[in-house]
């Protein structure tokens, strides 16, 4: 059974940085494209950026040069960097396969604001 844990969430100012991390059970990284996803209030979830079994990234428009999506293949942890944090970057941020092919984890709060 997959199991995938979101944390390093939290309330941070503009212009800020968080880091996050995905912990996952059940699942080889090493064989998976992997991705991180964000639902802010009232909009659909979004991807926002993924990463292949080989290490190659790929960013949404929006959070191109800020994020940095990484992963350690040896204990199954994945990564996103965020640094100069904006408002419009407030949601609830999930990890997941490349096209959320396994059961969604709780998610981690991401809030920016002043």
């Known amino acids: 059974q997959v ?7 939290g309330l941070v100012q503009p212009g ?3 880091r996050l991390s995905c912990a996952a059970s059940g699942i080889a990284f090493n064989r998976w494209s992997m991705a991180w ?11 926002v950026a993924t990463i292949t079994s080989g290490g190659r990234t ?12 990484s992963k ?3 204990d199954n942890t994945m990564y ?15 990890c997941n396969t490349d096209g959320g ?11 920016v604001s002043s």
């Open 3 to 9: 199991q995938l844990v979101e944390s390093g969430g």
């Open 72 to 74: 350690n293949n040896a």
């Open 58 to 69: 790929n960013y949404a428009d929006s959070v191109k040069g800020r994020f940095t999506i």
């Open 37 to 47: 996803y964000r639902r802010a209030p009232g909009k659909q979830r979004e991807l």
């Open 101 to 111: 092919y396994v059961n969604w984890g709780q998610g981690t709060q991401v809030t």
């Open 80 to 94: 996103l960097q965020m640094n100069s944090l904006k408002p419009e970057d407030t949601a609830v941020y999930y």
């Open 16 to 18: 800020g940085s968080l």
